[in-house]
């Protein structure tokens, strides 16, 4: 898992489903409003049946959304608050990023690519929710 950091703030993280670890669950920074992790584990692990109790939570400000790429392949261009150019990287099958406190931008590169996104927080509308640039 990679962090793209600017000045104080968390822009985005990224990575791919084949990174190997043998600690079993990584988790992004757990003070975040929005968390989320991947492992490699053995057959016969067992993740105990388990229900979250009810915490105060931290909720965010903007929307923040995980991208995964199911087929096919991306180009992410992640944009600082200010809407300057970040970085821009490739993401192919089995890679995902997870947009945080930055402006961001998609373009597919292969036919049939398949994306799967989820976002954090309500959702009101592409009109009241996004600054497009």
């Not at 990174?19 to 988790?27: E, H, L, N, P, S």
Request: charged share 25%; glycine share 8%; with cysteine.
């Amino acid at each position: 898992m990679r962090t793209l950091t600017h000045e104080d703030k968390i822009l985005a993280y990224t990575g791919h489903k084949d990174t190997q670890t043998d600690k079993g669950w990584i988790f992004s920074d757990s003070s975040l409003p929005f968390i989320f992790g991947f492992g490699n584990f053995d057959k016969g692990y067992v993740g105990q049946a388990h229900i979250h109790n009810i915490q105060p939570r931290i909720s965010p400000s903007r929307t923040i959304e995980f991208m995964y790429v199911a087929e096919g392949s991306i180009r992410v261009n992640i944009y600082r608050l200010d809407k300057t150019l970040h970085e821009s990287f490739v993401l192919r099958k089995g890679g995902w990023v997870c947009f945080m406190e930055c402006g961001h931008e998609i373009i597919v590169r292969v036919n049939k690519t398949q994306l799967i996104e989820t976002k954090m927080g309500t959702y009101i509308s592409d009109k009241v929710e996004k600054q497009r640039f």
